[in-house]
């Protein structure tokens, strides 16, 4: 072991950033031999099948209600929504969740304290057959508790959800950077348990700070191959002991600054190893009476960043999208988003873009429609929010910082960078064309002061969570919509005119989609 002046999360995150050279000379084609299968069966266990309650009757006396909302719940959140067959026959399956590559390393859990529904024990969902697993009968709710630090939600409420990753699944395609992804796809997925929740008047409960070890274990889970990433405790809004106040999302592992040289592949598992917290260091939520810290995203210092005297400002103030029958337009919207392959190259509105924003970083619009006017994230203060403006009717080309609080677009940089972001996009034409490309980023050094190296983990995942929403808001406006997770991230620093140790998280494209 050696020291060195960076965390193994700022190691990690400069040894995977892309670059022309190096992604030229290492060139690497996966074995599409050895391609993971991207379904975890179980063989035994009482087998629950939920595609009989997918039908709508919103009706307290219909005896499978309590069915109903749980199906549509774990559907909106991970079902499969399509179907397709490959030239050579091969079935390929997409999910209500977005997955880098189509490769799907989430999978979901569903941990029951003992209702009349649902015995106690462990559960997993099998989106291939949309059906639950009943896979362990026992008493676990103690062990939950225990592993997630006696986190006050779960004295409270009798079903949690815990999503893990299957590591391979990803890193056969992607590496190390493959750890990127894993958790930006988990944040899709924890965007869409926020909304189907909201739909099925339930209140997710983010819990980022657990012990890994025992979560694992409680799951039987070989951590070499899988491991659990995020703990949703679900309270029933229909229950008034379980109409909840917001509680502490996160709880900080070590800072990590000796640590083996390591060669390229080994990078991912260290890592994951690194973020995560033992029973040695954990300290429980009670203890550290985090309950009383106020939020932190809305602070405002963070707004007065790029607040130039003379840039232009171009406020974003919007209606809030409609809806919809109930949500009825969210939950058609989560089950027919797909990727957009390619744009048109035409313009967006200012309102379509304001609308977008609107509904990504300004949940409170939508307390009306039954949405969370504040859904958990893990720690919103650290992720800035940056657009290049290549092709949006009544704004001037170029980059702008998004000020949440403010809700308005701050103009940084100004001229047509469409070449510069297809090639930062690795020559993708979805950078080239995109009417607007969006960028998530943050000061890693100043997240891994305040959270230790899990910090990494709380990133990504809350990326991918607001990503997820802008997905969804494109698409219900008849908008194209892509994620890009590769990208050459020096280059992406230099286009936006922000510090080279600002760690790029993501990119968003959007524009209007080509027909086709």
């Known amino acids: 072991m050696s020291d060195h002046p960076s965390s193994i999360s700022q190691h990690f995150h400069e040894r995977t950033k892309y670059d022309p050279k190096s992604l030229s000379s290492k060139a690497y084609t996966p074995d599409w031999n ?58 390929v399956y997409l999910r209500a969740a977005p997955s880098a590559g189509g490769l799907y390393p989430a999978e979901v859990y569903l941990l029951s304290r003992g209702t009349p529904m649902l015995p106690a024990g462990l559960y997993h969902y099998q989106p291939q057959s949309h059906s639950l ?52 796809d988990t944040g899709h997925l924890l965007g869409n348990i926020e909304l189907a929740c909201a739909i099925n008047d339930m209140r997710p409960h983010l819990i980022g700070g657990f012990i890994d070890e025992l979560l694992n274990r409680l799951l039987y889970l070989d951590p070499e191959q899988e491991g659990a990433i995020a703990v949703v405790a679900l309270a029933d809004l229909l229950e008034v002991s379980q109409n909840l106040p917001a509680s502490p999302t996160t709880l900080p592992s070590q ?12 990078l991912w ?18 203890t550290q009476s985090l309950a009383a810290k106020p939020r932190e995203a809305d602070s405002p210092e963070r ?14 103030l919007s209606p809030p999208i409609d809806w919809q029958d109930n949500l009825g337009g969210l939950e058609r919207t989560i089950l027919k988003r797909r990727s957009t ?16 924003l609107d509904f990504t970083y300004q949940p409170q619009h939508y307390l009306e429609q039954g949405l969370d006017r504040a859904p958990d994230y893990f ?16 704004m001037e080309e170029g980059c702008y910082y998004y000020a949440p609080r403010a809700q308005e677009l701050r103009q940084i940089r100004f001229k047509n960078f469409r070449k510069e972001l297809h090639g930062l996009c690795l020559g993708q034409d979805l950078g080239r064309d995109a009417a607007a490309v969006l960028f998530h980023t943050a000061d890693l050094t100043q997240a891994v002061a305040k959270h230790g190296d899990r910090a990494y983990r709380y990133l990504h995942l809350d990326a ?39 760690a790029v998280l993501y990119i968003t494209t959007l524009g209007q989609p080509k027909p086709e």
């Open 464 to 502: 991918g969570h607001l990503a997820q929403r802008l997905n969804l808001a494109a698409i219900y406006l008849g908008l194209g919509v892509s994620g890009i997770g590769g990208f050459f991230d020096d280059q992406v620093n230099e286009v936006l005119g922000i510090p080279p140790d600002e």
């Open 34 to 91: 050895k391609q993971p299968i991207p379904f975890k069966e179980y063989k035994i266990g009482a087998s629950y099948d939920l595609k009989p309650y997918l039908s709508h009757q919103d009706d307290a006396n219909d005896p499978d209600w309590q069915w109903r909302r749980l199906s549509r719940l774990l559907f909106c959140s991970y079902g499969l929504t399509l179907k397709m067959v490959m030239l050579n026959g091969d079935p």
């Open 133 to 184: 697993v009943h896979f362990w009968e026992d008493n676990i709710w103690t062990m939950l508790q225990d592993a997630c630090l006696w986190h006050p939600i779960l004295e409270h409420t009798q079903l949690a959800l815990v999503t893990t990753t299957v590591f391979y699944r990803s890193a056969w395609r992607y590496l190390d950077r493959a750890y990127r992804r894993i958790l930006l």
């Open 341 to 356: 392959r390619a744009y048109s190259g035409k313009n967006l509105t200012l309102d379509q873009l304001k609308q977008l």
């Open 269 to 286: 598992a260290y890592l994951h190893d690194a973020t995560a917290i033992t029973k040695d260091q954990a300290v429980d939520y009670k």
């Open 379 to 394: 720690d919103l203060s650290l992720i800035e929010t940056f657009v290049a403006i290549s092709g949006v009717d009544g």
């Open 255 to 266: 800072v990590q600054t000796s640590y083996p040289t390591l060669a390229d592949g080994d």
């Open 303 to 316: 707004d007065d960043k790029y607040n130039f005297p003379f840039c232009l400002k171009v406020a974003t």
